[in-house]
C-alpha cells in the first residue's frame, strides 16, 4: 500500500383589527419555544413513566392470571370483556411484567385507526412489546389488521416479542379463528378498589364507608376511565380545599360531574326565542367572562345564524340583564356571567352540540370570530378554546379544530406573525393529548413535517409539539416528523429539528436504531438528503457505540447496526469529505480507550475498503492524527493493518514509517 494524499479537507464552512370592539391581540405573549412549554401543562411523562403510574393505581381485574398466561405462552393475547373493563390498561401492564428499563414498548394507535401503514412497515426490534387497542377501529381497518397479525406474530416469534390486542366484545364474532384462540376474556374490577388506589396514591385515604355511600354509588359503576377521572377531580377538591375532609372531596368531585341534561332540556322546552337561546350557549361557552363579552358574543353568534332579520328591533327587546335573570344566569358581583348550577354550563354545552349537529361548523367560525373580542382577557379566551375543543373532539368533528389551528398558527398573509397563535397552540396540545383524536393530530403534524414551503413559525412549533408532546408517548412517532423536519430546515432558528432529533437520540438507544435506520435508507438513494449526512455525523458517538456498561455488548458490535454504520459513514467520506475530517479523529481517540481497538476501526475500514482512494485517505488522517499530542501510535498501527487486510496483503508487506518499536510488538 502507497502512501496517498489526505482526500479529506476541514473546512470552515462545514396586530389584527376586524371592526368596531375587536381586540387588537398583539403583543405576542411568548416566544413560539416559551408558547409550547408554558402550554404543556403538567410534568412530561414518558411511556415508562405512563406505565409506572398505571402500575402503582392499577388492580387487577378478574382473569387477569389466565390472560397473563396466554401472552407467556403463545406471544399474543387477544383481550376482551365489556365497555369499561379497563382492557387498554390490562394490556399495558400485562406487557409491562414482561419489560424493563431498556425494552421497546410501542402503542399502535396509528395502525389502529387506518389501513394504512400496515403492521408489515414496523421496525420490530429484539424482546419489542406491542399493544394494538382496536376498541374504535372501523370494520375496514379491523379486518385489515387481522390480516396483518397472521404474518406479524412470525415475525414477533423471530424477534422475542409480544403483543396484546383489544378486542371490544362486539366485535368477538368477527374474529377469524386463528386469531380467537388467543382470546381472554377480563372481568371488571371493583369499582371502590380502583378509586381507593388512585386516591391513596394521592395520599387520600378514604373508609370503607364513605366508599359505600350512596352518592358514589353511580360513579363506581361507571367505565375505568371515568373512575380515574374522579379520583383526579376529588384530588383537585383537596388541593382547591385543604380545610375539607375526605367526605367533603368526595362529594365536591361527584357534584361536579353530575349529570344535568334533563334539567338542560327541560329549561330549553320552555325557551324558543332564538336570542334567548344565543344567550344561554353565549355564557356556557363563555362563563367566567364579563357580562359584556358575554352579550357581544351572543350577539355575534345571532348575526352567524341570520337570526337578527326575525327579530323586533333592538330597543323593542327586553334588556339584556332582564334576559339574564329570565335565564336563570348569573352575574356574580365582579360583573362575571355564572350559573348557580355546578356543571350545568357543560350540559348546556353538550345540549347544543348534540342536538343541532349541523349547527357545529357555524359554531366554529363563531368562536374563529368571537375570540378577537376586546372585552375578552387572556384567560377567557384560552377557556372558549378548551371548551369548543372539547365538543368538538367529543361529536367527533377534530376538522373544525384543524380549521382553527390552520387560522390561528399560521403567519397573516403579509408574513407577520399570528396574533392568535398562542390560541392555535393550546387547541393542538389538547387535540394531541385526547385518547380518541389524537392520532388525527399526530398526523396533521406529519403532514406539517413534509411541507417544503411550511413558515419557521409553524415549524418551530412542530418541533415543540414533538419534543414535549408526542414524544414522551409516541417516541417513534416524534423522531419521525423531526426527521421529515430537520431535511426541510433551512439552519436558522433554535431550537431546530435537527438539535432535538439529537437531544431525543441521546437518551434512548432504540431510538438511535430507528434514526439510524432511516439514515441508512435516505443516504442510499440517488439523491439524499443533504441534512442526513449533517446528522450521522453528530449521532455517531463513538463512545456512546461502544460502551457496554447498560446491555450485554455495545451497539457497535451488532451486526446490523455495525453494516449500517459502514454504510453512513461510507456516504459522508464520499459526498462531504469536507464534513469528516474532525469526527474520524474522534473515533480514533475513542478507539484508543477502547478494547479492542477494531470495534470501532473496523467499521471505518468497512466504510472505506469498496473505494482505494478512500482507504488511502484514511490511512494518512490516521498518521498524521497520531503524530499529534494527542494520538496514539498503537491505534495507527492497528488501523493499517485492518486497512491491509481488508485489501488481502498480509502484514509483512508493509512497512510502517515512523512508528515506534515498541507500538508494533
Not at 178 to 204: C, K, M, N, T, Y
Not at 330 to 341: Q, Y
Not at 658 to 665: D, K, M, Q
Amino acid at each position: 500500500m502507497t502512501e496517498t494524499s489526505n482526500e479529506f479537507h476541514e473546512t470552515q464552512d462545514s396586530q389584527i383589527h376586524t371592526g368596531s370592539g375587536d381586540l387588537n391581540v398583539n403583543p405576542v405573549y411568548y416566544t413560539i419555544h416559551e408558547s409550547v412549554q408554558q402550554q404543556a401543562r403538567g410534568p412530561r411523562l414518558t411511556l415508562k413513566g405512563d406505565l409506572r403510574w398505571l402500575k402503582s393505581r392499577f388492580e387487577p381485574p378478574q382473569n387477569f392470571g389466565a390472560a397473563r398466561d396466554m401472552l407467556r405462552k403463545s406471544r399474543t393475547v387477544v383481550l376482551t370483556g365489556p365497555p369499561g373493563s379497563g382492557r387498554r390498561t390490562a394490556a399495558k401492564m400485562l406487557l409491562n411484567e414482561l419489560a424493563d428499563d431498556h425494552t421497546p414498548f410501542t402503542v399502535l394507535d396509528d395502525e389502529a385507526r387506518t389501513q394504512n401503514p400496515g403492521l408489515d412497515k414496523l421496525k420490530v426490534q429484539p424482546g419489542h412489546l406491542f399493544v394494538l387497542d382496536l376498541s374504535e377501529t372501523g370494520e375496514d381497518v379491523f379486518h385489515a389488521r387481522q390480516r396483518d397479525l397472521l404474518s406479524f406474530r412470525t415475525i414477533l416469534q423471530q424477534c422475542n416479542g409480544y403483543i396484546a390486542v383489544v378486542v371490544p366484545d362486539s366485535r368477538k364474532h368477527q374474529l377469524d379463528s386463528d386469531l380467537a384462540q388467543f382470546e381472554a376474556r377480563i372481568d371488571r374490577p371493583r369499582g371502590a378498589s380502583v378509586l381507593r388506589w388512585h386516591l391513596e396514591q394521592e395520599s387520600i385515604f378514604p373508609s370503607d364507608q364513605q366508599l359505600a355511600s350512596e352518592e358514589l354509588a353511580r360513579s363506581l359503576s361507571a367505565p375505568m376511565s371515568e373512575i380515574a377521572n374522579l379520583a383526579h377531580m376529588v384530588t383537585l377538591a383537596r388541593d382547591t380545599n385543604r380545610g375539607g375532609d375526605v367526605s367533603t372531596w368526595l362529594s365536591e368531585a361527584v357534584s361536579a360531574r353530575i349529570d344535568r341534561s334533563n334539567e338542560v332540556a327541560q329549561q330549553l322546552s320552555k325557551v324558543h326565542g332564538g336570542r334567548q337561546r344565543t344567550v344561554l350557549l353565549a355564557a356556557a361557552m363563555c362563563r367566567g367572562a364579563s357580562s359584556d363579552a358575554v352579550f357581544f358574543a351572543s350577539h355575534r353568534l345571532v348575526s352567524a345564524l341570520s337570526l337578527d332579520g326575525r327579530e323586533q328591533p333592538r330597543m323593542e327587546q327586553e334588556g339584556y340583564r332582564t334576559q339574564l335573570g329570565d335565564l336563570s344566569i348569573d352575574v356574580a358581583p365582579n360583573n362575571r356571567i355564572e350559573f348557580s348550577l355546578r356543571s350545568y354550563d357543560r350540559a348546556l354545552r353538550e345540549h347544543f352540540w348534540d342536538n343541532y349537529p349541523d349547527l357545529r361548523e357555524p359554531f366554529c367560525r363563531w368562536v374563529d370570530d368571537i375570540i378577537r373580542i376586546e372585552q375578552f382577557t387572556r384567560r377567557d379566551r384560552e377557556n372558549l378554546v378548551d371548551r369548543f375543543v372539547e365538543q368538538a373532539l367529543r361529536t367527533n368533528s377534530p376538522g373544525h379544530v384543524k380549521w382553527l389551528i390552520d387560522r390561528w398558527v399560521f403567519p397573516r398573509q403579509n408574513g407577520a406573525s399570528n396574533p392568535l397563535r398562542d390560541y392555535g397552540v393550546l387547541a393542538l396540545l389538547t387535540g394531541l393529548r385526547n385518547e380518541r383524536h389524537g392520532y388525527f393530530f399526530r398526523r396533521l403534524v406529519y403532514e406539517w413535517s413534509r411541507r417544503n414551503d411550511l413558515p419557521y413559525d409553524v415549524g418551530q412549533i412542530l418541533v415543540d409539539v414533538c419534543a414535549e408532546v408526542i414524544a414522551p408517548t409516541y417516541p417513534e412517532q416524534a423522531l419521525v416528523r423531526l426527521h421529515h423536519r430537520a431535511r426541510r430546515e433551512d439552519g436558522t432558528g433554535n431550537p431546530t429539528a435537527y438539535q432535538a432529533l439529537i437531544e431525543l437520540t441521546s437518551r434512548d438507544p432504540i431510538l438511535l436504531r430507528l434514526l439510524l435506520d432511516r439514515l441508512t435508507t435516505g443516504l442510499a438513494k440517488q439523491q439524499p438528503w443533504p441534512a442526513d449526512h449533517f446528522l450521522f455525523l453528530a449521532i455517531a458517538d463513538p463512545l456512546r457505540l461502544a460502551d457496554s456498561s447498560m446491555r450485554s455488548q455495545p451497539l457497535a458490535a451488532d451486526h446490523t447496526i455495525r453494516s449500517q454504520l459502514a454504510f453512513c459513514w461510507r456516504a459522508a467520506m464520499l459526498a462531504r469529505p469536507d464534513l469528516v475530517v474532525q469526527r474520524v479523529c474522534h473515533w480514533f481517540d475513542a478507539a484508543g480507550r477502547t478494547a479492542p481497538h477494531d470495534l470501532l476501526l473496523g467499521i471505518l475500514v468497512d466504510a472505506a475498503s469498496q473505494h482505494l482512494h478512500l482507504l488511502g485517505s484514511l490511512h494518512v488522517l490516521a498518521r498524521d492524527w497520531s503524530r499529534t499530542t494527542s494520538g496514539r501510535a498503537d491505534v495507527f498501527v492497528r488501523l493499517s493493518q485492518l486497512i491491509d487486510m481488508a485489501q488481502g496483503l498480509h502484514s509483512t508487506d508493509y512497512v510502517f514509517d515512523h512508528v515506534p518499536e515498541e507500538a508494533v510488538r
